[in-house]
């Protein structure tokens, strides 16, 4: 069955450091990805997401990621953080059991001023 | 916009009571799920639902039973409330095919007292 893993649940960046979150899934067929953003007390909200075609995936919020497949990695980045970022980030893959899709434990990210 | 809204952002309940919580979406989308979201445990599938009247468990389905009669509604039903369910419960949905994108409702969180 398919999971997903995120490296680090808690990571910590100054503003305008570059931010990455770590992402791995364990299928061998490449999965669709996504990453999705939790604000306090809110739903999830789509960032970006990964189907078929080019594996650099550019989202909203100036966020993007790369699909590597020998790897099975899915990282998400920005160059340069802002306050705003400052919410919970989960990574999901299609968990080639119909329409589920199955989610990591979820990062939170923090930005320092 | 894709719209899933959910009855109650906030509820208190008492160990024994029924509890229903409800979600709606405005997109036609065929699959409906509930989630509960604990800290460091990520999201986990409680039920889902594909079609009128059809459900299927998910991960965590115990002590917890659904109802769709409408394909835009989906009720998610605690037959008696229990202390360790108070959680925040997210009501998702997305088309029966396609790239199988959520779209997330903006959350309850149920205390059970």
């Known amino acids: 069955a398919q999971s997903v893993t995120q490296l680090g649940s808690h990571v910590s960046v100054s503003e305008g450091a570059l931010v990455l979150l770590r992402c791995n899934y364990s299928?061998?067929?490449?999965?669709?990805l996504f990453w999705y953003v939790q604000y306090p007390n809110q739903g999830l909200q789509l960032l970006l997401k990964?189907?078929?075609?080019?594996?650099l995936v550019k989202g909203i919020n100036g966020f993007e990621a790369e699909f590597k497949k020998s790897e099975t990695s899915f990282h998400l980045t920005k160059p340069s953080a802002h306050m705003s970022d400052a919410a919970e980030y989960f990574c999901?893959?299609?968990?080639?059991?119909?329409?589920?899709?199955?989610f990591g434990a979820g990062t939170i990210l923090r930005v320092k001023s | 916009d894709v719209k899933v809204t959910q009855s109650s952002r906030y509820l208190v309940k008492r160990t024994g009571e029924k509890v229903f919580l409800e979600c709606v979406q405005d997109m036609d989308h065929e699959n409906m799920f509930w989630y509960r979201q604990d800290p460091g445990l990520g999201l986990r599938l409680i039920y889902f639902s594909y079609d009128v009247k059809m459900k299927e468990k998910g991960d965590i389905p115990e002590g917890y039973s659904v109802s769709r009669e409408k394909k835009e509604r989906f009720s998610l039903i605690l037959e008696s409330a229990s202390t360790n369910q108070t959680s925040m419960y997210l009501c998702?949905?997305?088309?029966?095919?396609?790239?199988?994108?959520?779209?997330f409702g903006p959350g309850t969180r149920l205390t059970v007292t």
């Open positions: 299928s061998s067929v490449p999965p669709y």
């Open positions: 998702a949905s997305s088309f029966l095919s396609g790239s199988n994108e959520q779209y």
């Open positions: 990964y189907t078929t075609g080019a594996t």
């Open positions: 999901a893959a299609d968990g080639n059991n119909g329409n589920k899709l199955v």
